[in-house]
Nanobody
Framework: QLVESGGGLVQAGGSLRLSCAASGRTFSSYAMGWFRQAPGKEREFVAGIQGIGQNTRYANSVKGRFTISRDSAKNTVYLQMNSLKPEDTAVYYC?????????????????WGQGTQVTVSS
């Protein structure tokens, strides 16, 4: 089970930190990621992390503003979001896989949280 928290309403330029706590399974160094879905749009990849070296990957739209990190001891992954823009408004989902993956195609991640709303006002 994956449970997201930390969403909310923030003004443009502000920051939020999302958390995703996993229970029931240990995802360890396997792939975990954040996706988002805005109204009327498809779900899109935001950031991912996997491997012993904590290899990270980001969507171009969030590079330099968002940082993904993992606390393996807590089985939790975080998404620090800075310099937020109105276009970042979406429901943010945490996802995980019990394997290393070559790309963050949503089909490759079997476990999903319920999502947390992030709203950025202009």
């Amino acid at each position: 089970q994956l449970v997201e928290s930390g969403g909310g309403l923030v003004q443009a330029g502000g920051s939020l930190r999302l958390s995703c706590a996993a229970s029931g399974r240990t995802f360890s160094s396997y792939a975990m990621g954040w996706f988002r879905q805005a109204p009327g749009k498809e779900r899109e990849f935001v950031a991912g992390i996997q491997g012993i070296g904590q290899n990270t990957r980001y969507a171009n739209s969030v590079k330099g503003r968002f940082t993904i990190s993992r606390d393996s001891a807590k089985n939790t992954v975080y998404l620090q979001m800075n310099s937020l823009k109105p276009e970042d408004t979406a429901v943010y989902y945490c996802a995980a896989s019990l394997a290393t993956i070559s790309d963050y195609d949503p089909k490759r991640l079997a476990y999903w949280g319920q999502g947390t709303q992030v709203t950025v006002s202009s």
